[in-house]
């Protein structure tokens, strides 16, 4: 099992991006999925994750500007941005909680390899 995440960039203040992240391999069910980032110097925050009943939670920083969403078929969980900060400016790591065919009564915490995104003012 495995996670890619894609879709960063550079971007200018007030500006979207999307970021999507594809789960693979021998899956068995997929709990939360979610989106943390972390800047130089400081510690990864979670930005938003999101339930398999599509419940969506958000942090502080983000709410009203990020939505979180997920493509239960695909094994996808996507992040659209808009009105982008510079303090956006980070590394953005897909997470998933993931039960995998021979371990299907257990999920296990799997991370996406990072997506940089870079915001200029």
């Known amino acids: 099992v495995q996670l890619q995440a894609f879709g960063g960039g550079f971007v200018q203040a007030g500006g979207s991006l999307r970021l999507s992240c594809a789960a693979s391999g021998k899956i068995f069910r997929i709990n939360d999925m979610g989106w943390y980032r972390q800047a130089p110097g400081k510690e990864r925050e979670l930005v938003a994750s999101i339930t398999s009943g599509n419940r969506a939670n958000y942090g502080d920083s983000v709410t009203g500007r990020f939505t979180i969403s997920r493509d239960n078929d695909k094994n996808m969980v996507y992040l659209q941005m808009n009105s982008l900060k510079p303090e956006d400016t980070a590394v953005y790591y897909c997470?998933?909680?993931?039960?995998?065919?021979?371990?299907?009564?257990?999920?296990?915490?799997?991370w996406g390899q990072g997506t940089q995104v870079t915001v200029s003012s």
């Open positions: 997470n998933a909680q993931i039960a995998g065919r021979s371990t299907w009564w257990r999920a296990d915490d799997y």
